[in-house]
């Protein structure tokens, strides 16, 4: 009966080969991580998948304030005509902003958007605070929720409300912003890299896909199972553009006045998508380790015959002192428990039974690998840290390998039209920087620019659209 159950737990997951969105779909609603609400393109986050949120958020937190940043709050709501006082931002954001019209019964003076993000609010804000260059720099960092009205809307990757954070800076000088801007951007990339074992790709965003109102906008972009992109966090320099308009000013060390220069950078919690994505399979989540809400399960085997439940209790004890531990000793049969938390991507599966208390060692299953190995009990706390670290490792560098066989070079139309069609990932490519190249390239394919990399390569000399003279470097790709 148990095989029948753990047959059906699997069986609930459509195979990611077969419909890679109904996988992507099956997997958040079946490993609790997210449900649908009665809000139209809104989720309700579940415990285990806002656990993982809050251990994001916790790396993250820490290593921005390690950075000197501060966390601040903002209202939610937004005057319109603070809206509009930066006329490319407001344009931007337009056809996504949420108003409010009315408070109670009584119609407002002036409409509130539901903010789609704060820089007019913090601009407001720091030309209120600052008077000297002895204010500067601020480095604020707010945790929240925004509102962008998506017309086609996902769990995690894109609701009409999500969570996020969003920082935003002000400098003496631009030297001091860019600088700033490329700080936060690495350590986007290296939370990504060192928290979620997802390898990313840096670089700078076209004009095209830059922020609104934005001199430049910088991007980690990391590849999922199915061969699309996913921008994973972006960071913004805005110049002086937001300081003239809501005229942030300071006297410089010469009694001169100047105008600050500004930055801002996000992520969301798009980034649990990106887990899912990227790691997972058919039987359920891959958590990476240093991410996951449990980190270790201890399933008694016949934990009904004497001393099995005290010894895992005992097993339990210890470990809470170095991992996050959950100790099962429901009624549920043990192969429904390994099916429940493979579903779940529990990285360690730590299985002890009475034939393994009489040698004094349990068995250890690894959730990236489901490999086996048996461990001494005398030494299991660093034996299990060992293995998670190493499970890191080995998620991280299955991640980067699965990105690079599935990156691909073109040099003309014709082999970037084949590769769009017939091998889904990255495509790098060399470009005029022509926005008309750019918007043929995705009006033929349905391939985007998603960034201009640091480390650039001279792939051919010539735009893979017009074969005029290149100017960059390029990675498209279809993307979420």
Known sequence: MANEKDKKLVEAITSMDEDFAQWYTDIVKKAELADYSSVKGCMIIRPYGYAIWENIQKDLDARFKATGHENVYMPLFIPESLLRKEAEHVEGFAPE????????????????????????????????????????????????????????????????????????????????????TIRMLNVYAQHCEEVLAIPVIKGRKTDKEKFAGAQATYTIESLMHDGKALQTGTSHYFGDNFARAFNIRYLDKNGQLQY???????????????????????????????????????????????????????????????????LDDSDKMPGWKFAEYEMKGVPVRLEVGPK?????????????????????????????????????????????????????????????????????????????????????????????SRCIPFEQETLSDKCVCCGKPAKHMVYWGRAY
């Not at 399979?281 to 015959?305: E, F, S, Y």
């Open 97 to 180: 902003v949420a108003w409010v019209t009315h408070g109670g019964s009584e119609q407002l003076a002036e409409r509130l958007c539901v903010r789609p993000t704060s820089e007019t609010l913090f601009c407001e804000h720091f030309s209120k605070i600052v008077q000297s260059y002895k204010d500067l720099p601020k480095l604020y960092n707010q945790w929240c929720s925004v509102v962008r009205w998506e017309k086609t809307t996902r769990p995690f990757l894109r609701t009409t409300e999500f969570l996020w954070q969003e920082g935003h800076t002000i400098h003496a000088t631009a030297e001091e912003a860019e600088e700033e």
């Open 260 to 326: 600050v220069h500004e930055t801002s950078w996000g992520v969301t919690t798009r980034l649990i998508g990106a887990v899912i994505m990227v790691h997972g399979d058919n039987n359920g989540l891959k958590l990476p380790p240093r991410v996951a809400p449990i980190q270790v399960v201890i399933v008694p085997i016949a934990q009904h015959k004497e001393g099995v439940l005290d010894k895992a209790n005992e097993l339990k004890d210890r470990l809470s002192k170095v991992v996050r531990v959950k």
């Open 356 to 448: 393994d208390i009489e040698k004094n060692q349990v068995v250890l299953v690894r959730r990236d690998t489901m490999e086996k190995i048996s461990v001494s009990m005398d030494n299991l706390e660093q034996e299990v840290l060992k293995l998670l670290d190493d499970i890191h490792n080995n998620m991280l560098e299955m991640a980067r390998k699965n990105r690079d066989e599935h990156t691909y070079v073109a040099t003309n139309m014709e082999e970037f039209k084949d590769i769009v069609e017939n091998k889904p990932g990255f495509i790098k490519a060399m470009w005029c920087g022509d926005r008309a190249c750019e918007d043929k390239i995705k009006e033929e394919t349905g391939a985007t």
